[in-house]
């Protein structure tokens, strides 16, 4: 049987963690940030988990982690 094939979209947005955690970036936090709170703006940078629910989906797209 061949290798399966990563998804280099999938692979720059998401990150597995070593305990099988996928993570991901927070939207909305590249610009414009002169309108919003200081600590809305310093919670973005930190990474947070994806749904159980899209979880399933993005395992696929991600064969080796």
Do not use: C, I, W
Not at 12 to 30: D, E, I, P, V
């Amino acid at each position: 049987m061949g290798k399966l094939k990563t998804r280099e979209s999938a692979e720059k947005r998401f990150k597995m963690t070593s305990s099988g955690k996928l993570l991901r970036g927070h939207a909305y936090s590249s610009h414009l940030k002169t309108k919003k709170r200081n600590s809305r703006v310093r919670r973005q940078h930190e990474p947070t988990e994806v749904s159980p629910a899209d979880k399933t989906r993005l395992v696929r797209l991600l064969p080796y982690g």
